[in-house]
């Protein structure tokens, strides 16, 4: 039988790298509440995004709903955001209290088409919460001025944008705040993990109260929070993942490159090209099946009877979930191109190991 390729694989260090970066843990037995591993770490991705604040957290999901829970927005108030997205996104919205009104996408690069978000826009509207997907990036200035003339939040789901920029400019520096997510799926992953970064300074105490219990010190407990820390065994694997982080994105890189190489120009597929002035971070290569002579489906299915495992990502669209059912803003016939991606649209493998005679492997299967 041949192997199996997965969607994704870890990128992980050496097995005695991390031990080397652990080792110090049996010594001072710190292992959470912000020891010294999660210090550095802070200060190494604060330096290595170009970011004025970062605040850490146990996974991305939780500090989504912490960016938008310290923006103090009024309860029931709406937020425009995209059904093109993973559940958190949606999830973290609703579980703030918030009406998601979902705006369609842009079916160049699938990010929320900002040409869209003004008509959405009523009284009720408090915030934007855009999502950048595949290493693609919203268009960020439109959104800004959008934002501004309505003085409106935005708090960017950047969790497929981390070491990605925009004309020189880190992903960590748009909007209000910007999440990422280092889950072990992503191109940067501190086994499980997130981060926010802000430009404002004041955010820092409240969002450090939420994610610690509100504990300032030993007899001090200032803010109802919960517990979203960091530990420092998801530190160390960061603070080594980080090292070799540019050689990863550079070996991904080279995956997408033949991926193009082999699947450019085929009538019935559609790749999602380059964006101007964007510096992806190579996250996911996604294929969209448009009139091909074999239906997603059908490749998703050849795929894995070939021991090859592909996403349907994203599908179904958030808008669509049994959960929302009862939501005046929900149903996926509100986003038509969105709807249309999502029933078209393939992620095929893609890590920083994957060997090119594999990528060749996937290529030949999907082309016979």
Same mark, same amino acid.
């Given at each position: 039988?041949?192997?199996?390729? &997965? *969607?994704?694989?870890? #990128?992980?260090?050496?097995?005695?790298?991390?031990?080397?970066?652990?080792?110090?843990?049996?010594? +001072?037995?710190?292992?959470? &509440?912000?020891?010294?591993?999660h210090k550095q770490l802070e200060a190494e991705l604060k330096n290595y995004l170009h970011t004025p604040n970062i605040t850490l957290y146990t996974n991305g999901h939780l500090a989504l709903e912490n960016a938008i829970a310290v923006m103090d927005l009024p309860k029931g108030g709406e937020v425009i955001t995209t059904p093109f997205t993973f559940a958190s996104t949606t999830h973290a919205i609703v579980r703030n209290g918030l009406v998601p009104v979902f705006c369609d996408v842009d079916p160049k690069n699938y990010t929320i088409d900002a040409a869209k978000i003004e008509g959405l826009i009523t009284a009720k509207t408090c915030a934007i919460v855009p999502v950048h997907v595949y290493g693609n990036m919203c268009d960020v200035?439109?959104?800004?001025?959008?934002?501004?003339?309505?003085?409106?939040?935005?708090i960017y789901d950047a969790a497929h944008a981390f070491g990605v920029t925009y004309k020189g400019v880190s992903s960590a520096n748009f909007g209000d705040i910007s999440m990422f997510s280092f889950h072990a799926t992503k191109v940067f992953n501190t086994i499980e993990g997130g981060a926010l970064c802000y430009a404002d300074d004041s955010l820092a105490q409240r969002l450090n109260d939420m994610k610690n219990f509100g504990i300032r010190g030993p007899e001090s407990c200032a803010y109802v929070g919960g517990n979203a820390k960091m530990n420092e065994f998801q530190a160390a694997m960061g603070l080594c993942n980080?090292?070799? !982080?540019?050689?990863?994105?550079?070996?991904?890189?080279?995956?997408? $490159?033949?991926? /193009?190489? /082999?699947? #450019?120009?085929? $009538?019935?597929?559609?790749?999602?090209?380059?964006?101007?002035?964007?510096? +992806?971070?190579y996250a996911y290569f996604p294929?969209?099946? $448009?009139?091909?002579?074999?239906?997603?489906? $059908?490749?998703?299915?050849?795929?894995g009877e070939n021991?090859?495992?592909?996403?349907?990502? =994203?599908?179904?669209?958030?808008? +669509? =979930?049994?959960?929302?059912?009862?939501?005046?803003?929900?149903?996926?016939?509100?986003?038509? *191109?969105?709807?249309? !991606? #999502?029933? /078209?649209? !393939?992620?095929?493998?893609?890590?920083?190991?994957?060997?090119?005679?594999? *990528?060749?492997?996937?290529?030949?299967?999907? !082309?016979?």
């Open positions: 039988m041949t192997k199996q390729i &997965n *969607v994704t694989r870890s #990128s992980m260090p050496s097995f005695d790298e991390y031990c080397e970066e652990i080792k110090g843990l049996w010594d +001072s037995h710190w292992l959470t &509440n912000m020891g010294v591993k200035e439109a959104i800004a001025d959008i934002a501004k003339r309505h003085k409106l939040k935005v980080l090292r070799h !982080l540019e050689r990863e994105i550079a070996k991904r890189k080279a995956v997408v $490159e033949h991926y /193009r190489k /082999r699947l #450019s120009d085929i $009538e019935g597929i559609v790749l999602c090209g380059p964006q101007p002035d964007v510096q +992806s971070n294929v969209v099946f $448009e009139g091909y002579k074999y239906s997603r489906d $059908e490749v998703f299915a050849k795929l021991n090859i495992v592909a996403r349907k990502y =994203f599908y179904p669209l958030t808008n +669509s =979930f049994e959960c929302y059912k009862d939501m005046p803003t929900a149903g996926a016939e509100k986003t038509p *191109v969105a709807k249309y !991606l #999502s029933d /078209r649209i !393939l992620t095929l493998p893609l890590y920083a190991d994957l060997a090119i005679e594999d *990528v060749d492997r996937i290529c030949d299967i999907i !082309l016979k």
